[in-house]
T-cell receptor
Framework: AQKVTQAQTEISVVEKEDVTLDCVYE???????LFWYKQPPSGELVFLIR??????QNEISGRYSWNFQKSTSSFNFTITASQVVDSAVYFC?????????????FGSGTRLLVRP | DVKVTQSSRYLVKRTGEKVFLECVQD?????MFWYRQDPGLGLRLIYF???????EKGDIPEGYSVSREKKERFSLILESASTNQTSMYLC???????????FGPGTRLLVL
């Protein structure tokens, strides 16, 4: 069955530290999509990145980077030089090509607290 | 920029009331979704729609219905609100298929 696991429930770091949020997924589909969303205290889910299963290139966007490894079914997210504004809950999600509902399967989220 | 709006950020209703949650997107997206988010249970799909007047049940449709009369608007209806429907409700839309889903700000519903 499809599943997304974010084993880190909560992480606390001091500003300017680097932090990596882990995401492990399970799927039987050969074509699938992986996402990261940020949920600040206001509640809105903010889209960060989408990756398809055929593109294993790592991606960097400013202080954010993502490491996709099919061999370990992982899609980890690293924030470099963290800032207080990065404090939020981060969700990893999976969508399968074979699922006609197009639904996102979310992990349980990792709460990141960046202290000044 | 994609914009998804929801009619209310906070709602307080009484048990048995009929509740309407409205969602509007401005990007001509085909697909629209309603999720609920609960502590410990994550986000779960209630209903989705891939076209006007089309709707499909998600994982937890019981106690809910939906309406999509216009492409940009997707309404979630609680026919008779119950306390176990107290939750955060998130609407999303996507262009088509497995394209990125963009979320609205959410509605925190409290049923007393």
């Amino acid at each position: 069955a499809q599943k997304v696991t974010q084993a880190q429930t909560e992480i606390s770091v001091v500003e300017k530290e680097d932090v990596t949020l882990d995401c492990v997924y399970e799927t039987r589909d050969t074509t699938y999509y992986l996402f990261w969303y940020k949920q600040p205290p206001s509640g809105e889910l903010v889209f960060l990145i989408r990756r398809n299963s055929f593109d294993e290139q790592n991606e960097i966007s400013g202080r954010y980077s993502w490491n996709f490894q099919k061999s370990t079914s992982s899609f980890n997210f690293t924030i470099t030089a963290s800032q207080v504004v990065d404090s939020a809950v981060y969700f990893c999600a999976l969508s399968e090509e074979g699922d006609s509902s197009y639904k996102l399967i979310f992990g349980s989220g990792t709460r990141l607290l960046v202290r000044p | 920029d994609v914009k998804v709006t929801q009619s209310s950020r906070y709602l307080v209703k009484r048990t048995g009331e009929k509740v309407f949650l409205e969602c509007v997107q401005d990007m001509d997206h085909e697909n629209m979704f309603w999720y609920r988010q609960d502590p410990g249970l994550g986000l779960r799909l209630i209903y989705f729609s891939y076209d006007v007047k089309m709707k499909e049940k998600g994982d937890i449709p019981e106690g809910y219905s939906v309406s999509r009369e216009k492409k940009e608007r997707f309404s979630l209806i609680l026919e008779s609100a119950s306390t176990n429907q107290t939750s955060m409700y998130l609407c999303a839309s996507s262009l088509t298929g497995q394209e990125t889903q963009y979320f609205g700000p959410g509605t925190r519903l409290l049923v007393l």
